[in-house]
Nanobody, 113 residues
Framework: QVQLVESGGGVVQTGGSLRLSCTAS????????MGWYRQPPGKERTFVAL???????DYRNSLKGRFTISRDSAKNTVDLQMNNLKPEDTAVYYC???????WGQGTQVTVSS
């Protein structure tokens, strides 16, 4: 059974950066379209970014230019580089296997003002 695990969350000040990673046991993430989503406190989970098996990327419009999704084939991870973070980016961030629908357990990102 594939298990997705996110890491890299934490507390950062406004304007700071974080890099999240999603790794999986039991599958090669380079063969799967993967996505990142986030859920702020008390709000719904929403789309952040995706990367297709061919490497095509897509982003939530409001996050373009600050967030970058990528793969690390050697580490078998899908990463989310987040720059110029704002308090409204505070959320639990989840990765998702867009083929199977499987979610990771999430990693908390808190941006302090």
């Amino acid at each position: 059974q594939v298990q997705l695990v996110e890491s890299g969350g934490g507390v950062v000040q406004t304007g700071g950066s974080l890099r999240l990673s999603c790794t999986a046991s039991g599958t090669n993430l380079t063969l799967i379209t993967m996505g990142w989503y986030r859920q702020p406190p008390g709000k719904e989970r929403t789309f952040v970014a995706l990367i297709s098996r061919r490497g095509t990327t897509d982003y939530r419009n409001s996050l373009k230019g600050r967030f970058t999704i990528s793969r690390d084939s050697a580490k078998n991870t899908v990463d989310l580089q987040m720059n110029n973070l704002k308090p409204e980016d505070t959320a639990v961030y989840y990765c998702k296997n867009l083929y199977s629908g499987e979610w990771g357990q999430g990693t908390q990102v808190t941006v302090s003002s």
